[in-house]
Nanobody, 120 residues
Framework: QVQLVESGGGLVQPGGSLRLSCTAS?????????MGWHRQTPGKQRELVAE???????NYVESAKSRFTISRDNPKKMMYLQMNDLKPEDTAIYFC?????????????WGQGTQVTVSS
C-alpha cells in the first residue's frame, strides 16, 4: 500500500515562511504520477493549492501564485511546497496528493495531512 507522508507544518506569524515536504513509499509514484498539495479548513471543501507533473510543469491556485513554489526531486522521492509571505487565510490542513489517470480509471493517493497555522 502506497503511503504519502507530509512534514513541515507548524505555527508561523503572518509574513513568515514554511516549507512542506512529502515523501512516498514507492519510487514509481515519483516517476509517473502527477503530484500536488491541497488544503482544507473546517466546513470547506478541500482545494488544490499547487500541482506538478512528473516532468516538472506546475500549476497554482491564484492566491498561491508569486508566494508559493512547488517542486519535486524524483530521485530522492520528495516533493516540496515552499510557502512565503504566509497569510492567516492560508491556515489549513495541507495534504499531499498523487494521481495517475489511466484510460479507464484513476489511481490516486493522499497523505494524512499536516497543519499549517498562520497567526500572530
Amino acid at each position: 500500500q502506497v503511503q504519502l507522508v507530509e512534514s513541515g507544518g507548524g505555527l508561523v506569524q503572518p509574513g513568515g515562511s514554511l516549507r512542506l515536504s512529502c515523501t512516498a513509499s514507492e519510487e514509481y509514484i515519483f516517476r509517473f504520477y502527477e503530484m500536488g498539495w491541497h488544503r482544507q479548513t473546517p466546513g470547506k471543501q478541500r482545494e488544490l493549492v499547487a500541482e506538478i507533473t512528473s516532468g516538472g510543469s506546475t500549476n497554482y491556485v491564484e492566491s498561491a501564485k508569486s508566494r508559493f513554489t512547488i517542486s519535486r526531486d524524483n530521485p530522492k522521492k520528495m516533493m516540496y511546497l515552499q510557502m512565503n509571505d504566509l497569510k492567516p487565510e492560508d491556515t489549513a490542513i495541507y495534504f499531499c496528493h498523487a494521481i495517475f489517470k489511466f484510460p479507464t480509471n484513476v489511481s490516486e493517493f493522499w497523505g494524512q495531512g499536516t497543519q499549517v497555522t498562520v497567526s500572530s
